[in-house]
């Protein structure tokens, strides 16, 4: 999920925090942004499978093909939409904060205080 996923966040988090504030704060900032990609993502598919469940079950009730052929692909979609949305939202937060700017994730639950 992401760039680079959820543990250079945590990592640089857990270790840099007391040192520099800036780290702390952008990384905590990333941080709940990956948390929040896995708790969609997760909570997503589990929706969109029982979708396809549904969706195989009357294709195959009513002998339709394309139904049941087209209903495991619905539930890939979140991953994919949430990993792309990720990767342009760390890149932005990348150039902004190299910039000695600092990035808000528009989306983030704010897990981490």
Do not use: H
Not at 30 to 45: E, K, Y
Not at 51 to 58: C, H, K, N, T, Y
Not at 60 to 78: I, R
Request: proline share 5%; hydrophobic share 55%; charged share 10%.
């Amino acid at each position: 999920m992401g760039v680079a996923g959820i543990v250079p966040p945590l990592a640089i988090y857990l270790t840099v925090r007391t040192r520099a504030e800036i780290a702390r704060i952008e990384s905590k900032e990333s941080l709940n942004w990956q948390l929040t990609g896995v708790i969609v993502c997760a909570f997503g598919t589990s929706v969109l499978s029982l979708v396809a469940l549904i969706l195989a079950g009357v294709g195959l009730s009513v002998d339709s093909a394309p139904l049941v052929t087209a209903a495991p692909y619905v539930a890939v979609s979140p991953a994919a939409v949430v990993g792309a949305v990720t990767v342009v939202f760390s890149i932005v937060a990348f150039l902004r904060v190299r910039s000695a700017g600092a990035y808000r994730y528009p989306f983030a639950i704010r897990l981490v205080k």
